[in-house]
């Protein structure tokens, strides 16, 4: 419960256009999920997105893609998050492009999976 309630707190945060506040609330989601899921990865990736962070919001993006392809490929809300990040990056929604091997800016990384 406490898990989802930070991921709410995190997408609700990112709406709000408070992106250091939303990747803080979605990085304890993760933390108390032990990895996080597809929802996530997408709101760190346009979190990090805005802020500046280009490669690492890439990398968070092909992690959430790659999870969404193997357990959720048919969720509705999903493939809106995705749909919204893909927009934002500039990529294709349907992009398979390795991760990008730019430096990290946060304390954060993306699972290894």
Known sequence: MLATRRQRRGVARYR????????AALEKSIELRRGGD???WFFLAMAHWQLGNK???RRWYDTAIKWMD????TS???????????E???VEPES????????????SQPPER
């Open 38 to 40: 597809s929802c996530d």
């Open 96 to 107: 398979r492009q390795a991760p990008s091997t730019a430096p990290a800016t946060s304390k």
């Open 70 to 73: 193997k357990k959720a490929p």
């Open 88 to 90: 934002l990056l500039g």
């Open 16 to 23: 709000a256009g408070e992106w250091e506040p939303a990747i």
């Open 76 to 86: 509705e809300t999903l493939i809106r998050f995705r749909g919204e990040a893909a």
């Open 55 to 57: 490669g690492e919001a």
